[in-house]
């Protein structure tokens, strides 16, 4: 592929503050798009979350602004004032794709809505990515992760157990998943485009994208006449539940066993006990899911974890090695896949960042990328030259 | 079958992939999820089938827990995202006459997807070079557990040991609790996202430069993608704790009981202000003025305690109440939504984002697709019953004649439905 990634001929603006914006602009960055982050004076709010590269709160050292602005350029502009807005409206003008994420009606507001860039610039795709969507009775209502776990359905259902109250899960999943469906969006508006010759407007909700995503709820309900709950696999000894290793924990699967888990498990692990009667079902594995446990565990704890890959790969078995990102980033797998990219930033140094989960034509598209951008890195090179 | 939905009243003005043609050889999750986007799109997707694998077909959900008398059309998730959109070839491509109508195809496709282990296609032929060569502008993606190079590129999966060795379930669980994994099938989804992006970037290329492309997609690096931040701190000795509801520097952001069974609320206070207003709506308790809770720092140090209290405020009142109350006064608050709750809101039925289809004997609810762009309907406007376009396909794609069809069903190259020895699920 050209070294210039896919995108190259596609400019992007960006005036998000949240990570469901910043994660879709950083999606087609890193895929070569021409992509300007338009952030306030003061930064991005990504840019003051904690925790920072070494320790002290540092607007170009937070993990998070860090991992979800690769491949931007960034400007800063006080869309309050008019002097910033038409200097937005000049960086509209040819723009092919502006993702924004204020509350519906805002950019209205000051003078910057659809109407007004679409005025400027037919041809522009405009992303508004909140919340709750752009219209309904939750459009001005205020939302975070959290909340978009709980609204969607997520906290309910999906992550936690049974026996406690809900919990969910972590680093911001449901703005990542709206980003990803995000940028699904603007790629299909802007194979739209080259026919129409128009850009569009799309209204993209991020509680929406929480139920579109633990997506059996709504079916489920439908079919079942019941809302599914958290915890379906909590006695899963085989199938389910993380269990110690000697330097780590696993989650076992009844996968690649020819439909006779507890054999090819007993063999593997070396414990003929396992093939006990009590123990050849799914729904008898689950009444006696304790004793499973105690008979599968010790086995499992003379196992390090790399090897028990190693070896249950060898014989066709389905585990889960549950890795912390230590272990992710140390990975000899990543690494012989070429999967981490090491970019360069002035204020934190080098460091390896993850690719987007696909090689093309065999190489790692996030090869072409830049680490993100300092507060205001390009305000003169970009401004300069359309003041 | 084709259910009616709302394309009566929407029909689609916008196909932005009219006229291309995808032909998948997918199972399972993740990889029908990705296609069943082009499939939304306009792209015509054909799903080969087998009837030696019919585990997606026996999966369900049935009504009522129960397969009917045709199980194999009835499942929910076939209409979610199994054959969503999509036409159905059952052809057994291991016999030499399925593979020459599958490489016949392949001629006039423009990109052919398989979520095979790594081998697999090579072994049946069906490799990205030996399908270049019939068709040297066809896209190809393989979407595997870890990619098709590297140490364990012979492993398989499930969503869920994705989620494991990602380090996502390493980053869930309660605060100082064991780990948990986040979900049992988040992965399947993020990889099949992935895998719409990484094809429509595919078509974007080959329309702009002529050429194809081989695309090798991991679900393992799909799953790391998702978690960067973390990433980016294990390499410098930072270790982000597990947090439950819990927030790194906000509190209260929990969620908290609520009147009725397994009734929650969650509430989340970034400021001062905010603090404030839920400080005035609560009624201003006593407790609430003590000084340690004035500043973020505070709030969070003793973010326990204040869960506390806040729980003892919310445990009585009604949860949807509770949360148009407090996001009427500028506080960021969610009820704790059950399936049957979102059939039900208010809010996605103004947005219509529900669909409802007529499809096992009554009509049935699926949840839409996140994101409108006028003109384009995302809806679920048919499914295919297995084996249903057999004919149009090998006529119209693969130009065969109604003689050489019969005879490929004759001969079990095709069918329509499982073999008389096939047990309903």
């Known amino acids: ?387 | 079958m084709w259910g009616p939905g709302p394309e009566g009243r929407s029909m689609s003005a916008l196909l932005p992939l009219k006229g291309i043609r995808v032909l998948t050889l997918e199972q399972v999750h993740a990889l029908p999820w990705g296609t069943a986007f082009l499939a939304d799109m306009g792209a015509q997707v054909i799903r080969i089938e087998s009837v030696e694998h019919l585990q997606d077909r026996k999966a369900g959900p049935f009504v009522n827990g129960k397969p009917g008398p045709e199980w194999w059309n009835e499942g929910a998730n076939l209409a979610y995202f199994g054959t969503r959109n999509k036409q159905s070839l059952c052809l057994d491509v291991t016999k030499p006459a399925g593979k020459d109508v599958f490489l016949k195809l392949v001629k006039h496709c423009d990109i052919v997807t398989d979520n095979f282990r790594p081998g697999t296609m090579q072994r049946l032929g069906f490799d990205h070079e030996s399908l270049a060569r019939v068709n040297p502008r066809i896209i190809t993606l393989s979407s595997t557990a870890f990619g098709y190079t590297g140490p364990w590129a012979k492993a398989g999966s499930r969503a869920r040991t994705v989620d494991s060795v990602c380090g996502m379930s390493y980053l869930t669980g309660f605060e100082g609790g064991p780990s948990q994994r986040a979900s049992n099938n988040y992965m399947d989804h993020s990889t099949g996202n992935n895998v719409a992006f990484a094809l429509l970037l595919a078509l974007y290329r080959r329309k702009r430069t002529g050429k194809g492309m081989r695309i090798d997609l991991s679900m393992q690096e799909t799953g790391v993608s998702c978690i960067g931040p973390a990433i980016l701190e294990a390499q410098r000795g930072i270790a982000r704790p597990r947090l439950g509801c819990s927030h790194l520097w906000k509190a209260p952001h929990n969620i908290y009981p609520c009147a009725g069974a397994d009734r929650w609320i969650a509430i989340t206070v970034s400021n001062d202000a905010e603090w404030a207003a839920l400080k005035q709506i609560m009624g201003s308790p006593a407790w609430a003025d003590d000084a340690k809770y004035r500043s973020v720092e505070g709030r969070h140090q003793h973010r326990h305690e204040l869960d506390r209290h806040i729980a003892e405020w919310t445990a009585p009142q009604e949860d949807k109440t509770l949360m148009r109350s407090l996001q009427s006064q500028g506080i960021c608050a969610g009820a704790v939504m059950q399936a049957a709750d979102l059939v039900d809101d208010a809010h996605l039925k103004q947005r219509e984002f529900i669909q409802t289809i007529q499809r096992a004997g009554g009509p049935r609810l699926y949840a839409g697709r996140p994101f409108r762009m006028p003109g384009l309907s995302m809806a679920i406007r048919r499914t295919a019953d297995l084996g249903e376009h057999n004919e149009a396909v090998l006529r119209d794609v693969a130009g065969l004649s109604s003689t050489e069809i019969a005879a490929l069903a004759a001969d079990g190259v095709i069918s329509n439905r499982p073999r008389p020895e096939e047990k309903a699920p």
Not at chain 1, 302 to 311: H, T, Y
Not at chain 1, 358 to 385: S, Y
């Open chain 1, 1 to 387: 592929m050209s070294a210039e990634g896919i995108l190259s001929d596609i400019k992007v603006l960006e005036i998000a503050h949240a990570a469901s914006g910043a994660f879709c602009a950083k999606l087609l960055a890193d895929q070569g798009a021409d992509t300007i982050k338009i952030e306030p004076p003061g930064g991005d709010e990504a840019r003051h979350e904690p925790p920072f590269i070494d320790g002290e709160p540092h607007p170009d050292r937070s993990t998070t602004f860090l991992a979800l602005n690769t491949g931007k350029r960034s400007v800063t502009l006080n869309l309050e004032e008019a002097a910033g807005r038409a200097l937005f409206l000049k960086l509209a003008a040819d723009a092919d794709v502006v993702i924004e994420s204020f509350q519906p009606g805002r950019l209205s507001g000051i003078g910057l809505g659809f109407d007004v860039l679409r005025a400027r610039n037919p041809k522009a795709i405009v992303l508004s990515i909140t919340w709750f969507g752009q219209t309904g009775p939750y459009a001005h209502y205020k939302g975070d992760d959290l909340i978009a776990q709980a609204m969607g359905g997520f906290l309910y259902a999906v992550t936690g157990t049974a026996d406690k109250p809900p919990m969910g899960t972590t680093l911001q999943q449901m703005e990542l998943t709206a980003g990803r469906n995000g940028a699904i969006a603007i790629m299909a508006a802007l194979l739209a485009r080259d026919e129409s010759g128009e850009g569009t407007h799309i209204d993209l909700s991020v509680m929406e994208a929480a139920i579109a995503t633990p997506s059996m709820l709504v079916q489920n309900y439908s079919y079942l006449g019941k809302s599914p709950r958290r915890g379906a696999f909590d006695k899963f000894v085989m199938d389910g539940m993380h269990l110690p290793t000697k330097d780590g924990e696993v989650t076992l699967t009844t996968a690649g066993t020819g439909g006779r888990p507890m054999e090819a498990w007993a063999e593997f692990l070396g414990e003929p006990r396992l093939l006990d009667p009590k123990f050849a079902t799914r729904a008898s594995r689950n009444d006696h899911w304790e004793e499973l446990r105690d008979l599968v565990v010790p086995k499992l704890k003379e196992w390090n974890n790399l090897d028990l890959m190693r070896e249950t790969m060898a014989r066709g078995l389905v585990i889960g090695l549950v890795q912390s990102p230590t272990q992710v980033v140390e990975s000899p797998h990543l690494e012989a896949r070429g999967y981490f990219v090491e970019l360069e930033h002035p204020e934190v140094g080098t460091l390896k960042y993850p690719g987007p989960g696909f090689m093309l034509d065999g190489a790692n598209p996030m090869q072409t990328t830049r680490a993100a951008p300092r507060l205001g890195e390009h305000n003169e090179e970009i401004l300069g030259r359309l003041r």
